[in-house]
């Protein structure tokens, strides 16, 4: 018996025998055994994926004399006539070459006639997306309303191409690429079946370089059997296949990942040496890192496609290396793929690429930060800490302010220091740097009584600063930066000042409490409160602001608006 090579040696008879495609040839099966049958089917997807084997199990099933409905029998003249291709109501016609509308008109003139023997007449069009425009056509009103007995098939793999008029009438399937894992251990059984020793790993390379196909897959088989004889090592494969060993992969990626530039160079020489192509070798770098990364944000297995054993030295390298580090790197050899493929000197772009990679592996990542921090801020959560502080209070311990106060209070070797020491001037100096406007608000306003329980403060006699702590939110506020600063829960009081004396009589009072602003004090008192409240700046002195009496008469202004 002649030599049939693999792909056709063990072209998919059943269903069942079809990989990867479940979604498809179940439906099929259920469209046979229900009789809901369309009239037209387009199969598309990549090449040597299944298309034109179910298109034919489809046939056969279609049209088997014995068989269960949705399973062939294979052994009918229906059936054997179809497999051999010998079949008259099965057809199967190439579209690349039956491309023009004269075929067309003339498939339309056989679909006439009944089957010879069989249900019915079935035509099979592969790569029918080369059919010229008038072709289509004249296909279009057939497809509207074919023959009862009348069923097509078009398959293409490049379904973009069919004009949405064709596919508007078809029942459509977009076939899968086929996994790797089911690549591979298709892959084995053959290999058994044929007497073929070749480890899990030599087949893993096999699949990956047949990109989901599994025609590809097992024409790669057949070269690399034909080189090897019957028994295949995996060195073999890669020599043959001109494929980037596994172990270079993993070499480079832990050499850029440790940071080691001179055994980068020493990849590329081997590199060089062995004859790989560069560019072959950038893009499977690109795909390591790819996988890398991949493992840590996404560990699915279905997404990342290698072997076990590849999959668990990948894990363990991605973890030491870490998502961000990952991220930057990937993200500099895409950055890079451009110079490479415009270049005279690939090697030098590759070996100036590998050399940065390394160094840029060097900083402290997001992530180190991150846990730097944290186990900062555990160890200051740890360290000793006054009693009588309450929680918000060690909360705060960043602040200048605060850590001042704990410092002061720690030289007096007096933790959490009496706040009879405290005066109002302290705490005004202390919400200065807390609100700004709290601050500009109440250094207007008069103490009258500070003791370890209360406060007591009468609010200045501006009609829009008085109401400031109306506000039940900033009344809480204000009575938080007391227990901060106090270290007390004071009962904050604050009265209303209907009488308050004018300011100028009062400024002498008020100089005991009230410490310096450094604001502008040039600045009427009306705009430096709302300066103040803004935190705003003076931008540009207003003309207006040229008599003498110019704040006078914001005041008196404000008093008659009361
Ligand atoms: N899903 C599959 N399961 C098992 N074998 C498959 C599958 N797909 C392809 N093969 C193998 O590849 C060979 C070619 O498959 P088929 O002709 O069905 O591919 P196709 O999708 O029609 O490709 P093309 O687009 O190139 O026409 C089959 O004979 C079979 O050996
Ligand atoms: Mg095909
Ligand atoms: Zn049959």
């Known amino acids: 018996m002649t030599y049939q090579v693999l792909a056709r040696k063990w072209r998919p008879q059943l269903f069942q025998d079809v990989i990867g495609q479940e979604h498809i040839t179940q ?17 598309s997807g990549s090449r040597g ?5 179910v298109a034919r199990i489809f046939a056969k099933a279609i049209n088997c004399e014995k068989g269960e409905p949705g399973i062939p029998c294979n052994i009918c003249t229906s059936c054997t006539e179809i ?3 010998s079949s008259v109501d099965v057809q199967e016609i190439d579209g690349a070459s039956n491309r023009g509308i004269d075929e067309i008109r003339e498939l339309r003139e056989s679909i006439k006639y009944m089957p010879s023997s069989s249900r019915y007449r079935i035509y099979i069009i592969d790569e029918v997306h080369m059919l010229t425009l008038p072709a289509f056509n004249a296909l279009l009103k057939t497809l509207e309303e074919p023959p009862a007995h009348v069923k097509f098939i078009f398959a293409t793999t490049e379904s973009h191409k069919v004009p949405t008029t064709i596919l508007s009438r078809c029942q459509r399937f977009e076939f899968k690429r086929i996994p790797l894992s089911q690549i591979i251990s298709h892959l084995r059984k053959i290999a058994e079946d044929e007497g073929i020793e070749i480890g899990t790993p030599g087949l893993a ?8 196909g599994m025609r590809d897959a097992e024409s790669l088989l057949d070269q690399v059997i034909s080189f090897s004889g019957q028994k295949v090592e995996e060195k073999d494969i890669t020599d043959i296949l001109g494929i980037i060993d596994r172990d270079i992969m993993f070499e480079s990626s832990a050499a850029i990942l440790e940071g080691a530039a001179d055994r980068c160079l020493e990849v590329v020489e081997k590199i060089y040496n062995y004859g790989y192509d560069i560019k072959e070798f950038y893009r499977a770098l690109m795909e390591q890192f790819r996988n890398l990364l991949i493992s840590l944000i996404a560990p699915q297995k279905h997404l990342i496609d290698i072997s076990e054993s590849d999959r668990e030295e990948i894990i363990r390298l991605a973890k030491t290396a870490g998502e961000e580090k990952l991220h930057l790197l990937l993200n500099f050899l895409i950055s890079r793929e451009e110079d490479l493929r415009f270049t005279s000197n690939p090697r030098l772009i590759l070996e100036t690429t590998m050399i940065k990679l390394c160094s840029l592996g060097d900083f402290l990542s997001f992530d180190d930060l991150l846990k730097k921090l944290t186990s900062l801020e555990k160890r200051l959560a740890c360290s000793p800490v006054d009693d009588k502080q309450t929680n918000s209070e060690r909360l705060s311990e960043p602040d200048a302010v605060w850590s001042q106060e704990n410092r002061k209070s720690e030289a007096k070797g007096k933790p959490g220091h009496d706040q009879e020491d405290k005066t109002w001037d302290d705490f005004l100096s202390f919400l200065s740097t807390k609100s700004k406007a709290a601050y500009s608000i109440l250094k207007e306003w008069q103490v009258l009584k500070l003791t370890g329980e209360t406060l007591e ?3 200045g006699n501006q009609s829009f600063s008085s109401k400031y702590f109306d506000d039940k939110e900033r009344y809480d506020q204000l009575v938080n930066y007391c227990r901060e600063f106090f270290r007390k829960d004071l009962k904050v009081k604050i009265i209303v000042n209907h009488h308050a004396p004018a300011r100028a009589q009062k400024e002498p009072k008020e100089k005991v409490f009230r410490r310096e602003a450094p604001e502008d004090s040039k600045l009427p008192q009306t705009a430096q409160e709302i300066l103040n ?3 705003g ?11 003498k009496n110019s704040s006078k008469n914001i005041e008196k202004k404000e ?3 009361r």
């Open 559 to 561: 008093e008659g608006n």
């Open 27 to 43: 439906t099929l099966m259920n469209a046979i055994k229900t009789d809901r049958l369309a009239h037209a089917y387009l199969f």
């Open 83 to 85: 497999t051999a291709g």
């Open 533 to 535: 409240l803004f935190e």
């Open 537 to 547: 700046q003076i931008m540009k002195e207003n003309p207006i602001r040229t008599g």
């Open 457 to 459: 403060i009468e609010s």
């Open 205 to 212: 390379i096999i699949a990956r370089e047949a990109e989901g």
């Open 49 to 53: 994926i299944g298309k034109t084997s």
